[in-house]
């Protein structure tokens, strides 16, 4: 599986951006996807979880309200719709992919196995 991640930019506070992220090489109805963030001098932290048929999603607290996370399997592509952002948004967002079923009641987070390169997301005050 490839992915490829896109939509990143600058955006003042209390504005929006829709990340996009494009696979290739596997079923795109057969696979998970979570979105996930690493701002600089930070850890890697989950933002969103989708579903193989975007029936089934789940996200961070401090994203929930004001991110969505959805998908077009006919397009191969998952979004991550980001409003209302703040400074502390900024990060490097990175789309994963993973063909397992996802344990929605006791792991909702997932496990991914497949990583995009990321994508840059700039919130100035």
């Known amino acids: 599986v490839q992915l490829q991640a896109s939509g990143g930019g600058l955006v003042q506070s209390g504005g929006s951006l829709r990340l996009s992220c494009a696979s290739s090489?596997?079923?795109?109805?057969?696979?998970?996807m979570g979105w996930f963030r690493q701002a600089p001098g930070k850890e890697r932290e989950f933002v969103a979880a989708i579903g193989f048929s975007g029936s089934r999603t789940y996200y961070a607290n401090s994203v929930k309200g004001r991110f969505t996370i959805s998908r077009d399997n006919a397009k191969n592509t998952v979004y991550l719709q980001t409003n209302s952002l703040n400074p502390w948004d900024t990060a490097v967002y990175y789309c994963a992919a993973t063909p397992r079923t996802m344990d929605w009641y006791t792991d909702p987070r997932g496990h991914y196995d497949y990583w995009g390169q990321g994508t840059l997301v700039t919130v100035s005050s």
């Open positions: 090489g596997r079923t795109f109805s057969t696979i998970a």
